[in-house]
Protein backbone atom coordinates (compact mmCIF):
# COMPACT_ATOMS: atom_id res chain seq x y z
CA UNK A 1 0.00 0.00 0.00
CA UNK A 2 2.74 2.44 0.52
CA UNK A 3 4.63 1.66 -2.29
CA UNK A 4 1.60 2.08 -4.53
CA UNK A 5 1.51 5.61 -2.40
CA UNK A 6 5.05 6.39 -3.22
CA UNK A 7 4.76 5.40 -6.84
CA UNK A 8 1.69 7.73 -7.15
CA UNK A 9 3.78 10.85 -5.46
CA UNK A 10 6.97 9.93 -7.62
CA UNK A 11 4.86 9.81 -10.71
CA UNK A 12 2.95 13.32 -9.76
CA UNK A 13 6.35 14.85 -9.11
CA UNK A 14 7.87 13.55 -12.77
CA UNK A 15 4.68 15.09 -14.00
CA UNK A 16 4.94 18.15 -12.19
CA UNK A 17 8.80 18.59 -13.03
CA UNK A 18 8.11 18.19 -16.67
CA UNK A 19 5.52 20.56 -16.99
CA UNK A 20 7.55 22.89 -15.35
CA UNK A 21 10.41 22.91 -17.52
CA UNK A 22 8.55 22.45 -20.56
CA UNK A 23 6.91 25.88 -19.41
CA UNK A 24 10.39 27.74 -18.73
CA UNK A 25 11.37 26.03 -22.11
CA UNK A 26 8.65 27.76 -23.80
CA UNK A 27 8.34 30.91 -22.25
CA UNK A 28 11.72 31.53 -20.27
CA UNK A 29 13.76 30.59 -22.00
CA UNK A 30 14.61 31.69 -25.92
CA UNK A 31 12.06 31.13 -28.70
CA UNK A 32 13.45 28.34 -30.46
CA UNK A 33 15.77 26.62 -27.57
CA UNK A 34 15.29 22.65 -27.41
CA UNK A 35 17.10 20.48 -24.94
CA UNK A 36 16.73 18.05 -27.12
CA UNK A 37 18.73 19.77 -29.54
CA UNK A 38 20.62 22.97 -28.48
CA UNK A 39 22.34 23.67 -31.73
CA UNK A 40 19.08 23.82 -33.34
CA UNK A 41 18.52 27.62 -33.27
CA UNK A 42 21.55 28.15 -35.24
CA UNK A 43 21.73 25.76 -37.74
CA UNK A 44 20.19 27.36 -40.89
CA UNK A 45 16.84 27.53 -42.25
CA UNK A 46 15.27 28.98 -44.89
CA UNK A 47 12.58 31.49 -44.87
CA UNK A 48 9.87 31.46 -43.14
CA UNK A 49 6.31 32.30 -44.35
CA UNK A 50 4.52 34.60 -41.31
CA UNK A 51 0.57 34.35 -42.05
CA UNK A 52 -1.32 36.70 -40.58
CA UNK A 53 -4.58 34.76 -39.57
CA UNK A 54 -2.88 32.21 -37.79
CA UNK A 55 -0.43 34.43 -35.83
CA UNK A 56 -2.53 37.20 -35.68
CA UNK A 57 -0.20 39.47 -37.39
CA UNK A 58 -1.19 42.00 -39.85
CA UNK A 59 0.31 41.42 -43.32
CA UNK A 60 2.56 43.68 -45.14
CA UNK A 61 0.19 44.33 -47.35
CA UNK A 62 0.41 48.66 -47.97
CA UNK A 63 -3.01 50.02 -47.70
CA UNK A 64 -4.95 52.14 -50.42
CA UNK A 65 -4.25 55.64 -50.03
CA UNK A 66 -5.98 57.70 -47.43
CA UNK A 67 -6.97 54.05 -45.49
CA UNK A 68 -6.19 54.08 -41.52
CA UNK A 69 -6.90 50.87 -40.05
CA UNK A 70 -6.59 49.79 -36.65
CA UNK A 71 -5.27 46.53 -35.73
CA UNK A 72 -3.69 44.56 -32.60
CA UNK A 73 0.30 44.16 -33.29
CA UNK A 74 0.31 41.83 -30.72
CA UNK A 75 0.37 38.07 -31.92
CA UNK A 76 -2.23 35.45 -30.90
CA UNK A 77 -1.05 33.81 -27.49
CA UNK A 78 0.78 30.62 -27.79
CA UNK A 79 -1.46 27.48 -26.74
CA UNK A 80 -1.46 26.70 -23.14
CA UNK A 81 1.28 24.84 -21.60
CA UNK A 82 1.13 21.40 -19.20
CA UNK A 83 1.88 23.91 -16.37
CA UNK A 84 -0.79 26.01 -16.97
CA UNK A 85 -3.27 23.56 -17.88
CA UNK A 86 -2.27 22.10 -14.12
CA UNK A 87 -2.65 24.80 -12.69
CA UNK A 88 0.95 25.40 -11.30
CA UNK A 89 1.26 28.65 -13.45
CA UNK A 90 -0.91 31.39 -13.87
CA UNK A 91 -2.73 31.66 -17.07
CA UNK A 92 -1.87 34.68 -19.74
CA UNK A 93 -4.14 37.59 -19.40
CA UNK A 94 -7.18 37.39 -22.28
CA UNK A 95 -6.44 39.69 -25.21
CA UNK A 96 -8.88 42.72 -25.09
CA UNK A 97 -11.86 42.90 -26.89
CA UNK A 98 -13.07 45.51 -29.20
CA UNK A 99 -15.46 47.27 -26.85
CA UNK A 100 -12.60 47.05 -24.35
CA UNK A 101 -9.82 48.67 -26.17
CA UNK A 102 -12.55 51.51 -27.38
CA UNK A 103 -12.69 51.92 -23.63
CA UNK A 104 -8.75 52.12 -23.77
CA UNK A 105 -9.00 54.49 -26.59
CA UNK A 106 -12.09 57.04 -24.75
CA UNK A 107 -9.28 56.76 -21.90
CA UNK A 108 -6.34 58.19 -23.73
CA UNK A 109 -8.47 61.00 -25.33
CA UNK A 110 -9.61 62.62 -22.31
CA UNK A 111 -5.99 61.95 -21.21
CA UNK A 112 -4.49 63.65 -24.33
CA UNK A 113 -1.98 61.38 -24.74
CA UNK A 114 -2.24 61.76 -28.74
CA UNK A 115 -1.38 65.38 -28.48
CA UNK A 116 1.62 65.47 -26.12
CA UNK A 117 4.99 64.24 -27.59
CA UNK A 118 5.93 60.57 -27.27
CA UNK A 119 7.23 59.86 -23.72
CA UNK A 120 10.38 58.29 -24.63
CA UNK A 121 12.15 60.34 -27.44
CA UNK A 122 9.76 63.41 -26.68
CA UNK A 123 9.15 64.17 -30.03
CA UNK A 124 5.64 64.98 -31.45
CA UNK A 125 4.16 62.20 -33.05
CA UNK A 126 3.59 63.98 -36.82
CA UNK A 127 3.16 61.25 -39.70
CA UNK A 128 4.80 58.36 -37.79
CA UNK A 129 3.34 55.22 -36.51
CA UNK A 130 1.44 55.68 -33.33
CA UNK A 131 0.79 52.71 -31.06
CA UNK A 132 -2.09 52.59 -27.83
CA UNK A 133 -0.97 50.50 -24.71
CA UNK A 134 -3.73 48.76 -22.63
CA UNK A 135 -2.92 50.71 -19.95
CA UNK A 136 -4.04 53.87 -22.42
CA UNK A 137 -0.94 55.37 -22.94
CA UNK A 138 0.43 56.34 -26.33
CA UNK A 139 3.96 55.92 -27.64
CA UNK A 140 5.80 55.86 -31.31
CA UNK A 141 5.76 52.20 -32.58
CA UNK A 142 9.86 52.13 -33.29
CA UNK A 143 10.32 53.93 -29.66
CA UNK A 144 8.45 51.04 -27.76
CA UNK A 145 10.16 48.24 -29.71
CA UNK A 146 13.58 49.88 -29.35
CA UNK A 147 12.46 50.30 -25.44
CA UNK A 148 11.82 46.50 -25.20
CA UNK A 149 14.73 45.67 -26.70
CA UNK A 150 16.29 47.39 -24.53
CA UNK A 151 14.56 46.69 -21.19
CA UNK A 152 14.06 42.77 -22.49
CA UNK A 153 10.67 42.63 -20.96
CA UNK A 154 7.25 44.45 -21.59
CA UNK A 155 6.79 46.92 -19.10
CA UNK A 156 4.81 49.87 -19.78
CA UNK A 157 7.53 53.06 -19.28
CA UNK A 158 5.19 55.16 -17.65
CA UNK A 159 2.93 53.26 -15.45
CA UNK A 160 5.21 50.42 -15.24
CA UNK A 161 2.05 47.94 -16.09
CA UNK A 162 3.19 44.26 -16.92
CA UNK A 163 2.36 42.84 -19.11
CA UNK A 164 0.31 44.99 -21.71
CA UNK A 165 -0.97 44.80 -25.33
CA UNK A 166 -0.71 47.04 -27.84
CA UNK A 167 -2.55 48.68 -30.37
CA UNK A 168 -1.69 50.57 -34.08
CA UNK A 169 -3.70 54.03 -34.14
CA UNK A 170 -4.20 57.06 -36.31
CA UNK A 171 -5.39 59.76 -33.99
CA UNK A 172 -1.82 61.54 -33.74
CA UNK A 173 -1.91 61.61 -38.00
CA UNK A 174 -5.50 63.19 -37.92
CA UNK A 175 -4.67 65.70 -35.43
CA UNK A 176 -1.77 66.59 -37.21
CA UNK A 177 -3.49 66.81 -41.03
CA UNK A 178 -6.10 68.83 -38.99
CA UNK A 179 -3.26 71.30 -38.18
CA UNK A 180 -0.97 72.02 -41.01
CA UNK A 181 -4.93 72.12 -42.92
CA UNK A 182 -5.65 75.03 -39.90
CA UNK A 183 -2.24 76.36 -41.20
CA UNK A 184 -2.61 76.32 -44.45
CA UNK A 185 -5.84 77.94 -43.94
CA UNK A 186 -4.61 80.40 -41.72
CA UNK A 187 -2.03 81.32 -44.72
CA UNK A 188 -4.08 81.57 -47.05
CA UNK A 189 -6.77 83.98 -45.17
CA UNK A 190 -3.52 86.26 -44.19
CA UNK A 191 -3.08 86.57 -48.04
CA UNK A 192 -6.20 87.65 -49.26
CA UNK A 193 -6.34 89.75 -46.41
CA UNK A 194 -3.10 91.37 -47.33
CA UNK A 195 -4.48 91.24 -50.65
CA UNK A 196 -7.38 92.98 -50.07
CA UNK A 197 -5.62 95.55 -47.85
CA UNK A 198 -3.15 96.03 -50.84
CA UNK A 199 -6.22 96.92 -53.00
CA UNK A 200 -8.05 99.30 -50.62
CA UNK A 201 -4.70 100.94 -50.27
CA UNK A 202 -4.78 101.50 -53.95
CA UNK A 203 -8.52 102.86 -54.70
CA UNK A 204 -9.60 104.38 -51.69
CA UNK A 205 -8.21 107.61 -50.25
CA UNK A 206 -6.54 107.81 -46.70
CA UNK A 207 -8.52 110.47 -44.13
CA UNK A 208 -4.97 110.98 -42.97
CA UNK A 209 -3.37 114.47 -44.45
CA UNK A 210 -0.05 113.02 -44.73
CA UNK A 211 -1.49 109.59 -46.65
CA UNK A 212 -3.80 111.31 -48.99
CA UNK A 213 -1.07 113.74 -50.32
CA UNK A 214 1.31 110.41 -50.60
CA UNK A 215 -2.11 108.79 -52.50
CA UNK A 216 -2.51 111.47 -54.75
CA UNK A 217 1.50 111.86 -55.43
CA UNK A 218 1.40 107.94 -56.17
CA UNK A 219 -1.78 108.02 -58.19
CA UNK A 220 -0.11 111.13 -60.23
CA UNK A 221 3.10 109.42 -60.84
CA UNK A 222 1.26 106.19 -61.92
CA UNK A 223 -0.53 108.22 -64.38
CA UNK A 224 3.03 110.09 -66.16
CA UNK A 225 4.58 106.49 -66.28
CA UNK A 226 1.42 105.21 -67.71
CA UNK A 227 1.42 108.30 -69.93
CA UNK A 228 4.99 107.76 -70.98
CA UNK A 229 4.75 103.90 -71.75
CA UNK A 230 2.30 104.29 -73.87
CA UNK A 231 3.36 107.42 -75.88
CA UNK A 232 5.02 105.61 -78.80
CA UNK A 233 6.25 109.13 -80.48
CA UNK A 234 9.81 110.48 -79.98
CA UNK A 235 9.44 112.34 -75.96
CA UNK A 236 11.74 115.10 -77.90
CA UNK A 237 9.62 115.53 -80.58
CA UNK A 238 6.44 115.37 -78.32
CA UNK A 239 7.82 118.35 -75.98
CA UNK A 240 8.53 120.66 -79.10
CA UNK A 241 4.90 120.27 -80.43
CA UNK A 242 3.75 121.45 -77.03
CA UNK A 243 6.08 124.59 -77.36
CA UNK A 244 4.86 125.59 -80.26
CA UNK A 245 1.47 124.98 -79.20
CA UNK A 246 2.02 127.06 -76.77
CA UNK A 247 3.69 129.87 -78.61
CA UNK A 248 0.66 130.22 -81.13
CA UNK A 249 -1.60 130.39 -78.22
CA UNK A 250 0.40 133.19 -77.09
CA UNK A 251 0.16 134.96 -80.05
CA UNK A 252 -3.21 134.99 -80.50
CA UNK A 253 -3.42 136.15 -76.92
CA UNK A 254 -1.39 139.05 -77.49
CA UNK A 255 -3.65 139.52 -80.66
CA UNK A 256 -6.22 139.72 -78.85
CA UNK A 257 -4.87 141.83 -76.04
CA UNK A 258 -3.92 144.48 -79.15
CA UNK A 259 -7.43 144.44 -80.15
CA UNK A 260 -8.60 145.85 -76.72
CA UNK A 261 -6.75 148.49 -77.27
CA UNK A 262 -8.03 150.76 -79.72
CA UNK A 263 -6.86 154.46 -80.39
CA UNK A 264 -9.45 156.85 -79.59
CA UNK A 265 -10.97 158.80 -82.78
CA UNK A 266 -10.55 161.85 -83.53
CA UNK A 267 -13.46 165.08 -83.93
CA UNK A 268 -14.13 163.32 -87.59
CA UNK A 269 -14.45 160.40 -86.53
CA UNK A 270 -16.57 160.71 -84.21
CA UNK A 271 -18.70 163.40 -86.75
CA UNK A 272 -18.47 160.31 -89.25
CA UNK A 273 -19.55 157.35 -86.35
CA UNK A 274 -22.99 159.88 -85.67
CA UNK A 275 -23.53 159.87 -89.39
CA UNK A 276 -23.76 156.32 -89.45
CA UNK A 277 -26.23 156.09 -86.50
CA UNK A 278 -28.27 158.57 -87.91
CA UNK A 279 -28.34 156.72 -91.19
CA UNK A 280 -29.36 153.55 -89.34
CA UNK A 281 -31.69 155.03 -87.68
CA UNK A 282 -31.30 153.57 -83.58
CA UNK A 283 -34.39 154.90 -81.72
CA UNK A 284 -34.24 152.74 -78.70
CA UNK A 285 -31.69 151.48 -75.99
CA UNK A 286 -30.58 148.22 -76.60
CA UNK A 287 -29.91 147.71 -72.85
CA UNK A 288 -33.26 149.18 -71.41
CA UNK A 289 -35.34 148.91 -74.47
CA UNK A 290 -36.48 152.55 -74.25
CA UNK A 291 -36.66 155.15 -76.28
CA UNK A 292 -33.25 157.09 -76.77
CA UNK A 293 -32.82 161.20 -76.47
CA UNK A 294 -31.97 163.20 -79.32
CA UNK A 295 -30.55 166.48 -77.95
CA UNK A 296 -31.40 168.35 -81.61
CA UNK A 297 -35.37 167.67 -80.90
CA UNK A 298 -37.75 170.91 -80.38
CA UNK A 299 -39.26 171.60 -77.28
CA UNK A 300 -41.93 169.38 -75.99
CA UNK A 301 -41.10 166.47 -77.95
CA UNK A 302 -40.23 162.95 -76.39
CA UNK A 303 -36.53 163.18 -77.05
CA UNK A 304 -36.23 166.73 -75.59
CA UNK A 305 -38.25 165.61 -72.04
CA UNK A 306 -35.76 162.85 -71.67
CA UNK A 307 -32.51 165.08 -72.63
CA UNK A 308 -34.18 166.96 -69.54
CA UNK A 309 -34.97 164.28 -66.75
CA UNK A 310 -31.18 162.91 -67.38
CA UNK A 311 -31.53 160.41 -70.18
CA UNK A 312 -28.61 161.52 -72.05
CA UNK A 313 -27.29 159.55 -74.93
CA UNK A 314 -23.93 157.77 -75.23
CA UNK A 315 -21.93 157.52 -78.59
CA UNK A 316 -19.48 154.35 -78.64
CA UNK A 317 -16.61 154.24 -80.99
CA UNK A 318 -18.28 151.18 -82.32
CA UNK A 319 -20.98 153.15 -84.31
CA UNK A 320 -23.92 151.52 -81.14
CA UNK A 321 -26.13 154.33 -78.87
CA UNK A 322 -26.86 153.99 -75.77
CA UNK A 323 -28.60 155.38 -72.75
CA UNK A 324 -25.43 157.43 -70.50
CA UNK A 325 -27.06 156.06 -67.32
CA UNK A 326 -27.81 151.87 -68.92
CA UNK A 327 -23.84 152.17 -70.23
CA UNK A 328 -22.89 152.97 -66.86
CA UNK A 329 -24.67 150.88 -65.10
CA UNK A 330 -23.49 147.76 -67.15
CA UNK A 331 -20.09 148.58 -66.91
CA UNK A 332 -20.66 148.87 -63.17
CA UNK A 333 -22.01 145.50 -63.08
CA UNK A 334 -19.17 143.49 -65.08
CA UNK A 335 -16.15 142.87 -63.46
CA UNK A 336 -13.82 143.49 -66.64
CA UNK A 337 -11.50 146.71 -66.18
CA UNK A 338 -12.52 147.28 -69.97
CA UNK A 339 -15.72 145.64 -70.78
CA UNK A 340 -16.90 145.22 -74.71
CA UNK A 341 -20.17 146.78 -75.97
CA UNK A 342 -22.73 144.66 -75.04
CA UNK A 343 -23.97 144.19 -78.88
CA UNK A 344 -20.48 143.58 -80.91
CA UNK A 345 -18.08 142.99 -77.69
CA UNK A 346 -15.21 144.55 -79.29
CA UNK A 347 -13.41 147.50 -77.07
CA UNK A 348 -14.62 150.99 -77.64
CA UNK A 349 -14.26 154.87 -76.59
CA UNK A 350 -17.77 157.08 -75.59
CA UNK A 351 -18.61 160.22 -76.07
CA UNK A 352 -22.01 161.73 -75.09
CA UNK A 353 -24.39 163.39 -77.20
Not at 59 to 75: A, F
Not at 162 to 189: G, K
Request: with cysteine; aromatic share 8%; proline share 6%.
Amino acid sequence: MATRKDSKLSSRLVITSMALQDHITRNLLEPGFLLSDPLLPFKSKGPTIHRGKERGIRSNVPLSLGEEREYVLDPAPPPLTLAQRMGLVALPPERLSEDEWALVKARSIQQRESEQPCAICRESFCLQPQVLLSCSHVFHKACLQAFERFSGRKCCPMCRQEPYQTRVIHDAARLFRNQCAARIQAFWRGYLARKWYKNIRRTVCPKDKRLRRQFFEAKLQELSDGFVRRCHTDAEAFLRDIDRSLSSSRRVFRQLERKKHVAEPREDDWERIQSQVTQRGAGDCPICLTALCDPGAAPGSSGFKLHQRGRRSVLLSCSHLFHQVCLDAFEAFVADRSPACPLCRSAYHKKII
